[in-house]
Nanobody, 121 residues
Framework: RVQLAESGGGSVQAGQSLRLSCAVS????????MGWFRQAPGKDREAVAS????????YYGDSVKGRFTVSHEVDKNTLYLQMNNLKPEDTAIYYC??????????????WGQGTQVTVSS
């Protein structure tokens, strides 16, 4: 079983940056991708970004393209989400995820506990 633990959330002003980290542990033999989802109050959870375990396939949601960067440091077994030029609409709880298809909740087999990101205008 895969365990995920996020860190790095917080409160910033619009235009600033944050980096989220996700420590990955456990049995990752059947994990093909890892990524990030977010859920804002009153909204459905949405896929933000994901990366295949080989690093060959990267996905970004339309709302974050050009501002967010997902990466995986294999030696540290840690997933990152670098978020630049943050906007108030990025305010949400961000969840680290792992699974077989990381653009859809249906493909996720492990979730982190979530970390709050708040962006003020």
């Amino acid at each position: 079983r895969v365990q995920l633990a996020e860190s790095g959330g917080g409160s910033v002003q619009a235009g600033q940056s944050l980096r989220l980290s996700c420590a990955v542990s456990g049995n990752t033999r059947t994990t093909f991708c890892m990524g990030w989802f977010r859920q804002a109050p009153g909204k459905d959870r949405e896929a933000v970004a994901s990366i295949s375990t080989t690093g060959g396939t990267i996905y970004y949601g339309d709302s974050v393209k050009g501002r967010f960067t997902v990466s995986h440091e294999v030696d540290k077994n840690t997933l990152y989400l670098q978020m630049n030029n943050l906007k108030p609409e990025d305010t949400a709880i961000y969840y680290c995820s792992a699974g077989t298809l990381c653009r859809s909740e249906r493909g996720i087999t492990a979730w982190g506990q979530g970390t709050q990101v708040t962006v003020s205008s």
